[in-house]
């Protein structure tokens, strides 16, 4: 609850007798944190950050902010009693880090930040590092978060969300968000649930987290992830290496690079929702099992995939099937407008099939789009460029060129594999080139 400041004079009455009044001053607390100390003693002349929030929760609208000569480098703050807690509704809560960066440590023993509902919340300059929690162990948030300068780091949950969870909308530019995890669910670095939560990065790099879904970003329960100008790297997981989206996930000018998962989608998995990608190269990404690998940049299952301006270079699916080394769809509609599908691989060790796109039950739209020198690699391997699948593919103005499909005992469709149910429409395109170990070098219906 807000508390007034300044001078009142209180009385009391009784039976129309009236006490001389008595003089009450509340004065502001300092909301300067002058000491790396975690504790509530209140000391003349000292203010830590918990006590400087807890004055913030209590007086609205007020900035914390850092000594300058006693954080004149570097420091760390390692909390002892427990999380920091942002509680005031009433007004913005805002915490503004020092020049020289200090760490707020939950030193492995608790959360560091939590956000409560209908907070207004804006952290900068702050590293957070050390939380473990089981949701949320470097910030949990229930309000609105901005995060701007900030790194999270180190923080272990043990379902959701390592670095970051958040029910509500947090918005990070220019942070880092790295070296986290979640063990059993999703988001070692972000984690985001409902239908109306919204998270937003801007210019920020989510790189080394770790998580059974989603090793970056975890987008759940319809929630919308909105990144630009980003970097996804040498994040892992069960599925989802980089990210794993069962909402809408919208990204621009981003790279989405050497993320590894287990089975599916070694950049990107959704199984719902929509991806949208623009002006994103996916490259380098991994899904390796030792059962069936499917989408080493992309597995998608039961979404709307729009890839505008796109590179999906150099990925990898790896098992003893292997389904898709750039793109990975079922049940799905895959809009391609100016995208390059090529050097992707599908190795299986008994079954690849689809070197650069496996489409299963599926409508595939190119324009203008490459699929070019993917192979796909295995005892049987079909599709080097493209397996089609009771699958639509209607191409304009592209290429499937250069593609392999080298099978050990049976090697189909270099460049196209397809069913008897399956709809090739070409417009202006070509696919030539292409190898196969056994038949239809360019197309095998």
């Given at each position: 609850?807000?508390?007034?400041?300044?001078?009142s004079?209180?009385?009391a009455s009784?039976?129309?007798?009236t006490?001389?009044?008595?003089v009450?001053?509340?004065?502001?607390?300092?909301f300067?944190?002058?000491?790396t100390?975690?504790d509530l003693?209140?000391?003349a002349?000292?203010?830590?950050?918990r006590?400087?929030?807890?004055?913030?929760?209590?007086?609205?609208?007020h900035?914390?902010t850092?000594d300058?000569?006693?954080?004149?480098?570097?420091?760390?703050?390692?909390?002892?009693?427990?999380?920091l807690e942002?509680?005031?509704?009433?007004?913005?809560?805002?915490?503004?880090?020092?020049?020289a960066g200090?760490?707020?440590?939950?030193?492995?023993?608790?959360?560091?930040?939590?956000?409560?509902?209908?907070?207004t919340?804006s952290?900068?300059?702050?590293?957070?590092?050390?939380?473990?929690a089981?949701?949320?162990?470097g910030l949990?948030n229930?309000?609105?978060?901005t995060?701007?300068?900030c790194?999270?780091?180190?923080?272990?949950?043990?379902?959701?969300g390592?670095?970051?969870?958040s029910?509500?909308t947090?918005?990070?530019?220019?942070?880092t968000v790295?070296?986290?995890?979640?063990?059993?669910d999703?988001?070692?670095?972000?984690?985001q649930?409902?239908?109306?939560?919204?998270?937003?990065?801007?210019?920020?790099?989510?790189?080394g987290?770790?998580?059974?879904?989603?090793?970056?970003?975890?987008?759940?329960?319809?929630a919308?992830?909105t990144?630009?100008?980003?970097?996804?790297?040498?994040?892992?997981?069960?599925?989802?290496?980089?990210?794993?989206?069962s909402?809408?996930?919208n990204a621009?000018?981003?790279t989405?690079?050497?993320?590894?998962?287990v089975?599916?989608?070694?950049?990107?998995?959704?199984?719902?929702?929509?991806v949208?990608?623009?002006?994103?190269?996916?490259?380098k990404?991994?899904?390796?099992?030792?059962?069936?690998a499917?989408?080493?940049?992309?597995?998608?299952a039961?979404?709307?995939?729009?890839?505008?301006?796109c590179?999906?270079?150099?990925n990898?699916a790896?098992?003893?099937?292997?389904q898709?080394?750039?793109?990975?769809?079922?049940e799905c509609?895959v809009?391609?407008?100016?995208?390059?599908?090529?050097?992707?691989?599908a190795?299986?060790t008994?079954?690849?099939?689809?070197?650069?796109?496996?489409?299963?039950?599926?409508?595939?739209?190119m324009?203008?789009s490459?699929?070019n020198g993917?192979?796909?690699?295995g005892a049987?391997a079909?599709?080097?460029?493209?397996?089609?699948?009771?699958?639509?593919v209607?191409?304009k103005?592209s290429?499937?060129?250069?593609?392999r499909?080298d099978?050990?005992?049976l090697?189909?469709?270099?460049g196209?594999?397809?069913?008897?149910t399956?709809?090739?429409?070409?417009?202006n395109?070509t696919v030539?080139?292409?190898k196969?170990t056994?038949?239809g070098?360019?197309?095998?219906?």
């Amino acid at each position: 609850m807000a508390h007034a400041l300044g001078t009142s004079v209180i009385t009391a009455s009784l039976y129309g007798v009236t006490s001389p009044g008595d003089v009450f001053t509340s004065v502001a607390p300092t909301f300067v944190v002058n000491t790396t100390a975690d504790d509530l003693s209140f000391t003349a002349g000292k203010t830590n950050l918990r006590e400087a929030i807890l004055a913030a929760n209590a007086y609205p609208g007020h900035t914390v902010t850092f000594d300058p000569a006693v954080f004149a480098t570097a420091k760390k703050i390692t909390l002892t009693l427990g999380q920091l807690e942002l509680s005031d509704a009433s007004g913005a809560e805002t915490i503004k880090g020092p020049k020289a960066g200090v760490t707020v440590s939950g030193d492995n023993a608790s959360r560091v930040f939590e956000v409560d509902a209908g907070v207004t919340a804006s952290l900068s300059g702050l590293t957070v590092s050390g939380g473990s929690a089981v949701k949320g162990a470097g910030l949990y948030n229930l309000g609105t978060l901005t995060l701007a300068g900030c790194t999270v780091s180190g923080n272990s949950a043990s379902v959701n969300g390592g670095g970051v969870y958040s029910r509500c909308t947090a918005t990070l530019t220019n942070c880092t968000v790295s070296g986290n995890s979640a063990s059993v669910d999703g988001g070692g670095g972000m984690s985001q649930f409902g239908g109306t939560s919204t998270m937003t990065l801007t210019n920020c790099t989510v790189s080394g987290n770790s998580a059974a879904y989603g090793g970056g970003v975890f987008t759940n329960g319809g929630a919308t992830t909105t990144l630009a100008n980003c970097t996804v790297s040498g994040n892992s997981a069960g599925v989802g290496g980089g990210l794993d989206n069962s909402g809408a996930l919208n990204a621009s000018n981003c790279t989405i690079g050497k993320n590894q998962a287990v089975s599916e989608g070694g950049g990107i998995a959704t199984t719902s929702g929509s991806v949208t990608l623009t002006n994103v190269t996916v490259n380098k990404n991994q899904a390796i099992s030792s059962a069936i690998a499917q989408g080493g940049a992309i597995y998608s299952a039961n979404t709307l995939v729009t890839l505008t301006n796109c590179t999906i270079n150099a990925n990898q699916a790896t098992g003893s099937t292997a389904q898709g080394g750039g793109i990975y769809a079922y049940e799905c509609t895959v809009d391609m407008q100016n995208v390059a599908v090529n050097a992707n691989e599908a190795d299986g060790t008994i079954l690849a099939q689809g070197g650069g796109i496996y489409a299963y039950q599926t409508t595939v739209d190119m324009r203008n789009s490459t699929v070019n020198g993917n192979q796909a690699n295995g005892a049987t391997a079909q599709g080097g460029g493209i397996h089609a699948y009771q699958t639509t593919v209607d191409m304009k103005n592209s290429t499937v060129n250069g593609n392999r499909a080298d099978g050990t005992v049976l090697g189909q469709g270099g460049g196209i594999y397809g069913d008897s149910t399956t709809v090739l429409i070409f417009m202006n395109s070509t696919v030539k080139g292409n190898k196969a170990t056994t038949s239809g070098n360019d197309i095998l219906l």
